[in-house]
């Protein structure tokens, strides 16, 4: 069964401090991404980069942005394990205002940066699915918009998890590609999906701005700044990538 909404589910994370702090992070000599794993998928851990709980308002910049280790999927009061997280990975923007799993955390403004060297959508175009890996043309690492929430597991210590927020892709020269598409639909009412990658110079706004200016940054990243090439299916599986139906 093809989903529209299950848009990235697969991503290679930025955990290297010298990009963190690149990005704006004040990363602690005790950082280590030893925990991470560099092909990412559902429940598994990634860095994430957001506004420290504990920041004054007259701290510069750098160290107003901590980046800690988190689990991809929202996990929420209604989550019984990690698996729970597994269906938020991500969070549509048109609906998170008032989405149950998302809302909370989009109006109480939890947000967060999800540094990623790339990510991998399928393509279907040949009637079969090859991986497609997309980076930045420039080689930088690419900041994903999400949200995040801590989650308290019974017995054990509470842990962090996050949300990729997605905009609509119907007419991105890349996206539009993607994903298998739905022949009882016209091509513009697609709803193909892509995560809202932000420019660099926004990361201070997105993570700063008020509830009511938070939506001016759910845009489409330019297609001429970005690079899709396929990848033998192969080379994924050596990362235990499940194949999507």
């Known amino acids: 069964m093809h989903h529209n909404w299950a848009m990235c589910t697969h991503f290679i994370q930025q955990s290297d401090p010298i990009e963190l702090t690149r990005m704006g992070a004040c990363v602690g000599a005790d950082w280590s991404p030893v925990f991470c794993k560099q092909h990412v998928y559902p429940t598994q851990v990634a860095p994430i980069l957001r506004r420290s709980t504990q920041h004054a308002a007259h701290s510069e910049r750098a160290a107003q942005m901590e980046v800690l280790p988190a689990h991809f999927g929202l996990l929420t009061a209604m989550a019984f394990d990690l698996s729970y997280g597994a269906k938020n990975v991500n969070a549509s923007s048109e609906k998170v205002a008032n989405e149950p799993r998302f809302n909370r955390q989009w109006i109480k403004g939890q947000r967060c940066i999800i540094p990623v060297k790339a990510i991998y959508e399928p393509d279907w175009r040949t009637g079969e699915y090859v991986p497609c890996r997309i980076t930045r043309v420039d080689g930088e690492t690419m900041g994903v918009a999400g949200l995040w929430q801590r989650w308290t597991c019974p017995d054990k210590e509470p842990l962090n998890s996050f949300t990729m927020l997605t905009v609509n892709a119907d007419d991105h020269h890349i996206f539009k590609h993607l994903h298998r598409s ?50 033998p299916k192969e080379l994924l599986q050596a990362h235990s990538l499940n194949l999507p139906n």
Do not use: F, T
């Open 182 to 231: 739905n022949p009882k639909r016209s091509a513009d009412k697609q709803n193909k999906r892509m995560v809202v990658i932000l420019k660099s110079e926004d990361y201070d706004g997105w993570l700063d701005a008020k509830l009511e200016n938070a939506m001016d940054y759910m845009r489409q990243y330019p297609s001429e700044d970005l690079l899709a090439v396929s990848e």
